[in-house]
């Protein structure tokens, strides 16, 4: 192949419930223990495309086309979820924020399936279909975030405003399952590893209590 391009789509939603406290450690340092459940859901998509213009055997142009090749599964997860968050208190409303948590999801792979579709440039084309399940596993899941934050009260203490700028990073063990093939045309010579699914991003938000 001469070119090839590649696209990947990934839809992840969460719904976490639970108990927390938050209480001083130290005049200028505060602590928010959490201890609840997890409930999650994956959609995952690649699409693959190759194009060849000159396929060479012994010096002649024997074939040339493109390949496509598009694979998507879907999964949910159940599991308990334990966390710490932390303000250490600047002065002037200012604080820096470092929150943790951790969490083991029971899995289940609902859909996982895979097309692989060759159109050469002359005769048909051939296409390789797999629709599998897996086996339901454990997935853990771990979030690490650190930022600022500032707050003030006005209005004699009726209104209340906080601001906070995070960035986080998250990891799903074993949550990338796209099969891989060793071969084009033998069903038989592929794996499908699991691979770690590894997110990060800055997070901003704004609260107003009254």
Request: glycine share 10%; net charge negative.
């Amino acid at each position: 192949f001469n070119s090839g391009e590649q696209e990947w789509k990934l839809k992840f939603q969460s719904l976490d419930t639970a108990l927390a406290r938050t209480y001083y450690v130290g005049t200028k340092l505060t602590f928010r223990s959490i201890f609840g459940a997890r409930f999650a859901w994956f959609t995952q998509r690649k699409d693959q495309e190759f194009a060849s213009d000159t396929t060479l055997v012994n010096g002649e142009v024997t074939n040339y086309g493109t390949m496509t090749i598009a694979q998507n599964f879907s999964s949910w997860g159940a599991g308990i979820l334990a966390g710490l968050n932390t303000n250490w208190i600047i002065g002037e409303g200012f604080r820096i924020v470092g929150n943790s948590s951790v969490d083991m999801l029971y899995t289940r792979v609902q859909t996982s399936k895979f097309k692989q579709h060759w159109v050469p440039s002359t005769g048909s084309g051939e296409t390789l279909n797999f629709q599998e399940s897996r086996p339901d596993f454990i997935m853990p899941h771990m979030d690490l975030e650190f930022g600022f934050g500032w707050s003030t009260y006005f209005d004699c203490n009726n209104w209340h405003v906080d601001f906070l700028a995070t960035y986080g990073f998250q990891t799903f063990w074993g949550a990338n399952l796209f099969r891989q093939f060793n071969d084009d045309y033998q069903a038989a010579s592929s794996v499908m590893p699991s691979g770690n699914l590894n997110i990060h991003g800055l997070t901003v938000s704004a609260r107003l209590d009254f």
